[in-house]
């Protein structure tokens, strides 16, 4: 499995700040959108495992078995990757946050 990305390793967000309300708009606009897009994400990926696990359910080879349990694998991965990162960017200054 794909090693997750460590809080200590990002960049810091500061750079990104705004400086002019027309920026701070826009900056509030794409982190919406951003919460949209985490929050669509999340919510397909645990639907695909949720699927997957059900499949396993199903008489299978060990063969197949071993590739569902991969993929549900893969998805865990990438759902605990965008909760990493929600958690830590939606909620600046606590502990676990980009330093």
């Given amino acids: ?5 460590t809080p200590a390793s990002w960049e810091s967000p500061d750079k990104y700040l705004p400086e002019t309300p027309l920026e701070d708009a826009v900056v509030g606009d794409r982190e919406r959108i951003d919460a949209d897009v985490a929050d669509a994400l ?4 645990h639907a695909a495992g949720l699927a997957l696990h059900r ?45």
């Fill in 1 to 5: 499995m794909a090693k997750v990305p």
């Fill in 42 to 45: 999340v919510s397909r990926l």
């Fill in 55 to 99: 499949t396993l359910d199903l008489p299978l080879s060990a063969e197949a078995r071993s590739h569902i349990e991969s993929a549900i694998d893969e998805i865990d991965g990438a759902l605990r990757v965008i909760r990493v990162a929600a958690t830590n960017f939606d909620t600046p200054g606590e502990s676990g946050s980009p330093t």
